[in-house]
């Protein structure tokens, strides 16, 4: 007999309960998100504490980012020289507008990770990403020798450079309104992210629009190049930053080659370091390669890089040889589990209370107590009124 549970937020209770050993063998982000209602509460803290529940996390090897369009006439790289400039400005804005440490560092925590800085996530050769010393110049800059996003006044001027004065055409005066494409419904918690979203447009002026389609027609619209900005991420197939620079290859381009490089990025420099890049091994020559590609991603902007996720696993304090897993999602294989010690904690855990049982017995000997003291009230009345007077 299997019990499936499709709802997240039973899943997490039973977990509490301790009648799951692990809330979802699959996902990396249960831990993080139990880590977060812990921080948000001493008395949950105190409880997951008393339990011994385990929440490792690590930087999982993925990224979540924005992607504009190239093809598109507003944010893309088409037109004059000129135009093309003036594009670029703008999605350099709109990155220095997204203030993703606070997004996703801290008000989306259950599945948020750190601000990244570049394409690749930590721990693949060649990436730079957590080092010291190492950000995006376009979005962050050093004040008292810490890195933190640049003020949205840059973003605005900005915004005059690229011909939109507070998020209105300088030509036209008409406000810049953009479109973003959303792929899955919008249920409350994606809502909630996607009025975040709109909310990092407006500091600039500019009106965001949300096209929330299923998966289905969210690819059909990416393959035919509709699409204007969007949201996605990658996970990587192996441990190699040619895993994650092949998603802004040109030739791999998502509306002309039904490739995975959905902003359709091509630029001549990028494409040829990335044929030098997929002969080279872990040298230093490897290290200059990635080096010049991610400062040119930097400077053309075809994504807003996001954020690195939080790698986070929940394991209760019977399951042994639990840890985050990177790239590999069979780690239930390795588990070990102490049977004895999870029947003995469940007993514990959910000892049957009672008393609340005993509340409506009260009340129905209170109800009946009432009521024979009224029949009795009643009987003795009627009684005094029958009775003969006396001679």
Do not use: C
């Not at 010690?341 to 409506?360: A, D, T």
């Amino acid at each position: 007999y299997v019990s499936i549970e499709k709802e997240r937020t039973p899943r997490k209770e039973k977990f509490r309960q301790g009648y799951l050993d692990v809330p979802e063998i699959e996902r990396p982000e249960w831990g993080v998100g139990f880590k977060a209602d812990a921080d948000d509460s001493d008395e949950v803290r105190r409880l997951f504490e008393q339990r011994k529940f385990k929440f490792p996390l690590t930087a999982d090897i993925s990224n979540w980012y924005i992607a504009f369009n190239m093809l598109d006439p507003v944010v893309g790289d088409v037109g004059t020289p000129q135009q093309r400039e003036r594009h670029r400005k703008l999605r350099q804005a709109i990155s220095i507008a997204i203030d993703w440490e606070e997004g996703y560092g801290r008000i989306f925590r259950y599945k948020g990770g750190d601000a990244a800085m570049g394409p690749l996530p930590p721990g693949l050769f060649g990436s730079r990403e957590q080092t010291p010393g190492f950000y995006d110049p376009v979005t962050h800059h050093l004040v008292n020798g810490q890195v933190v996003r640049r003020p949205i006044d840059d973003a605005r001027r900005l915004m005059t450079e690229a011909g939109y004065p507070d998020g209105r055409d300088a030509a036209t005066g008409k406000p810049l309104v953009l479109n973003y494409d959303f792929q899955r419904a919008l249920t409350p918690e994606f809502r909630a992210e996607n009025d975040w979203m709109v909310r990092q447009f407006a500091k600039i002026g500019i009106q965001l629009e949300i096209r929330a389609t299923d998966f289905n027609q969210w690819q059909d619209k990416t393959l035919k190049g509709k699409h204007q900005i969007v949201w996605a991420g990658w996970l990587a197939d192996y441990p190699d930053a040619e895993n994650f620079l092949f998603l802004l290859y040109g030739p791999n381009a998502k509306s002309k080659s039904h490739g995975e490089n959905i902003a359709n990025y091509e630029n001549p420099r990028f494409d040829t370091l990335f044929r030098e890049l997929q002969t080279l091994d872990d040298t230093p020559r490897k290290q200059q390669v990635i080096d010049e590609m991610v400062a040119i991603l930097q400077r053309d902007a075809p994504w807003s890089f996001g954020f690195i996720a939080w790698g986070g696993l929940a394991f209760q304090q019977w399951v042994y040889n639990g840890k985050p897993s990177i790239l590999i999602r069979d780690m239930a294989q390795y588990y070990r589990v102490d049977p004895a010690l999870r029947v003995r904690m469940q007993h514990q855990w959910n000892r049957p209370i009672y008393w609340p049982l005993v509340l409506p017995l009260l009340a129905l000997l209170a109800v009946l107590a009432w009521g024979w003291r009224s029949w009795r009230q009643h009987e003795n009345a009627t009684a005094r009124r029958t009775s003969p007077a006396a001679s």
